[in-house]
C-alpha cells in the first residue's frame, strides 16, 4: 500500500541549530511527495514539494530531496527560527487526488 | 493568500446524534477532500470530490458519513450517528487542479461523548 512513516516528536532545538525531520515513503508507484506545515491555529500549508527522484524542494531556507534508492524526502534547515515552530507533515500522492499523510513531528525552537 | 473557512472550530456531540462539518473553500477551486487526524496518529483521507461526485473515498468513509455540495460555495461532511472513534481534528481542503497543492481549513475539533 502508499504510507508515510515520519520520526517521532516532539523535536526541541535552539535558535539557530540544524534541524532534520526524518520522513520516509512505501508508494505502489511513482509518488509527488510534499511537506506541510502547520502553525498554531491555522490549516495545513505546502511548505515545499517535489515530483520526481533527484528533484530539491525548497522554501524558506527548508529542503528536502526526493531519493528515490531509500525512498526518503527527509526535511532539513541549517539555521531554525522561533518562528518555525510548527507541526510538520511529510505526505504523498500518486494521482494527485488522494494523499498520503504522516504523523506530523511538532517543532518547537527555543531563543 | 485566499483561505478555507471551516465552522465550528470546535464541536462538542453525544454519542449517536447527527454531526455536519462545514467548509467554504476557496471560490475557484474544483476538488475538494475532507481528512481527519485522531490525537497522535496520522492525517487521514476521508473522501475527495470533483465535479459534484465522491471521487475516491477510503475505507474509513463507510455509510455513516457523507458529503455535499449544496450551493456552489459550502462543503459539508455528515456524519450520521457519531462514535466515539469519530472524536478528531477533522480537515477541510480545496485544490485547483489534480497534483497542485492543497489548501486547508484551520480544522473543526469534534469531540464526541
Known amino acids: 500500500g502508499n504510507s508515510v512513516t515520519q520520526m517521532e516528536g516532539p523535536v526541541t532545538l535552539s535558535e539557530e541549530a540544524f534541524l532534520t525531520i526524518n520522513c520516509t515513503y512505501t508508494a505502489t508507484g511513482y509518488p509527488s511527495l510534499f511537506w506541510y506545515v502547520q502553525y498554531p491555529g491555522e490549516g495545513l500549508q505546502l511548505l515545499l514539494k517535489?515530483?520526481?527522484?533527484?528533484d530539491k524542494g525548497s522554501n524558506k531556507g527548508f529542503e528536502a530531496t526526493y531519493r528515490k534508492e531509500t525512498t526518503s524526502f527527509h526535511l532539513e534547515k541549517g539555521s531554525v527560527q522561533v518562528s518555525d515552530s510548527a507541526v510538520y507533515f511529510c505526505a504523498l500522492t500518486l494521482r494527485g487526488n488522494q494523499f498520503y499523510f504522516g504523523t506530523g513531528t511538532s517543532l518547537t525552537v527555543i531563543p | 493568500e485566499p483561505e478555507v473557512t471551516q465552522t465550528p472550530s470546535h464541536q462538542v456531540t453525544q454519542m449517536g446524534q447527527e454531526v455536519i462539518l462545514r467548509c467554504v473553500p476557496i471560490s475557484n477551486h474544483l476538488y475538494f477532500y475532507w481528512h481527519r487526524q485522531i490525537l497522535g496518529q496520522k492525517v487521514e483521507f476521508l473522501v475527495s470530490?470533483?465535479?459534484?461526485?465522491?471521487?475516491?473515498k477510503s475505507e474509513i468513509f463507510d455509510d455513516q458519513f457523507s458529503v455535499e455540495r449544496p450551493d456552489g460555495s459550502n462543503f459539508t461532511l455528515k456524519i450520521r450517528s457519531t462514535k466515539l472513534e469519530d472524536s478528531a481534528m477533522y480537515f477541510c481542503a480545496g485544490q485547483g487542479a489534480p497534483n497542485e497543492k492543497l489548501f486547508f481549513g484551520s480544522g473543526t475539533q469534534l469531540s464526541v461523548l
Open positions: 517535489a515530483t520526481k527522484a533527484d
Open positions: 470530490f470533483y465535479n459534484n461526485e465522491i471521487s475516491e
